[in-house]
């Protein structure tokens, strides 16, 4: 089954404590991203990777890193968590081209106190 | 810059059609999409359509491209309670193929 897992799926931490939020996918895509979602703003990319060891920024990368050191893989790391990055957190997989199929995690709340 | 936008609320009766709107900025857009989230849960991509298209049609979902106007809507024909969701326009475009554009999503109501 195709599937995009992501953990922890809640996580209440406080400011300053690095934490890394995981994501997975089993379909061999090459492309996967990061989004946070927030109320009134939709979805904004964090950031994406087209491949291993190729990231790039989305729109609001700021306060985040990411790695792509396998295909399959693609942590989200808070190095210094605030409260303006309180949000939900979806990471999806993408097969980009004709035939485009795209996948999303169940999402990741956090809470940074 | 690129901006994608829909408007907030619908609400249609049970049976009838429900049409969501979006309109987008970016004319040289080479994918547009739409996603349902369903409370608590991710998304889902429900449907998409190349720029090169007018329209696509998926059992009770209809897209229309109006690309003179930049205007994109999804027609879910009879729709159901199980339709209730938030319903997310978004946008790729040529120039960075690889950013999604997301607009802010209209969440549907269905009323018996």
């Known amino acids: 089954e195709a599937q995009v897992t992501q953990n922890p799926r809640y996580l209440i931490t406080v400011t300053g404590k690095k934490l890394t939020v995981t994501c997975s996918q089993n379909m061999n895509h090459e492309y996967m991203s990061w989004y946070r979602q927030d109320p009134g703003l939709g979805l904004r990319q964090i950031y994406y990777?087209?491949?291993?060891?190729?990231?790039d920024k989305g729109d609001v990368p700021e306060g985040y890193k990411v790695s792509r050191k396998e295909k399959r893989n693609f942590p989200l790391i808070l190095e210094s968590p605030s409260p303006n990055q309180t949000s939900l957190y979806f990471c999806a997989s993408s097969s980009l081209g004709e035939e485009e199929t795209q996948y999303f995690g169940p999402g990741t709340r956090l809470l940074v106190l | 810059g690129e901006d994608v936008e829909q408007s907030l609320f619908l609400s249609v009766r049970e049976g009838d059609s429900s049409v969501i709107n979006c309109t987008y900025t970016d004319s040289s857009s080479t994918y547009l999409y739409w996603y349902k989230q369903e409370p608590g849960a991710g998304l889902q991509l429900l449907t998409y359509?190349?720029?090169?298209?007018d329209m696509k049609q998926d059992q009770r979902l209809t897209v229309l491209l109006n690309k003179k106007d930049k205007h994109l809507s999804l027609r879910i024909a009879d729709t159901q309670t199980g339709d209730s969701a938030i319903y997310f326009c978004?946008?790729?475009?040529?120039?960075?193929?690889?950013?999604?554009?997301f607009g802010s999503g209209t969440r549907l109501s269905i009323r018996p």
């Open positions: 978004a946008e790729r475009s040529y120039s960075s193929a690889s950013k999604i554009i």
């Open positions: 359509i190349f720029s090169n298209m």
């Open positions: 990777s087209m491949n291993v060891e190729v990231t």
